[in-house]
């Protein structure tokens, strides 16, 4: 899964790479961790390497700026296959948007390789993020949420594979 852009790779995760992101985190992202955990940052960063399938970081110069994951969901095998997805950065994604949107659209496209729906629930008050995440089409469900550890609100929100969208 590795692409290059100018000066942007896309390698596996690596040990080392937990705390350099974790200590570099926007706010936005360390707020809405500590908001689902009720814990540090880097305890639920931790949590969501832990639990993930597959994880990624994008690098820009080598230096981690974005680190994504994946865990199968699916509950059956003649289910649709479900993927809960998630994603946190550094604020060098800020300089990176175009690149890192055209990165996320093609992790989405791979993603549905493999899953008939990704899906997670957001921090309410992440309005970075939805916006974010509208752009790559994803939906949100508003009156399904949960309360996380923290309480604060987490909507539900999530993308079909095109396939499942067809008429027959």
Known sequence: MTRKYPDIIIREY?????????????????????????????????YSIENADSIWVVCHKQIPCMIFGISDRTEEKEEARSGLIWAVGTDE????????????????????????????????????????????????FEEDYIISAAEEKFVFFCQFHPDCLEEE
Do not use: C, M
């Open 14 to 46: 690596l040990e080392t790479d937990l705390e350099y992101l974790a200590n570099n985190l926007r706010d936005v992202d360390r707020r809405e961790l500590e908001a689902l955990f009720d814990e540090p940052a880097i305890e639920g960063l931790k």
């Open 93 to 140: 994604v800020y300089k990176h948007k175009k690149a890192l949107h055209e990165i996320s659209q093609n992790v989405i496209n791979n993603w549905f390789e493999e899953y008939d729906v990704l899906f997670n629930y957001i921090w309410d008050e992440n309005t970075l993020h939805k916006t974010w995440l509208k752009s790559l089409g994803f939906l949100f």
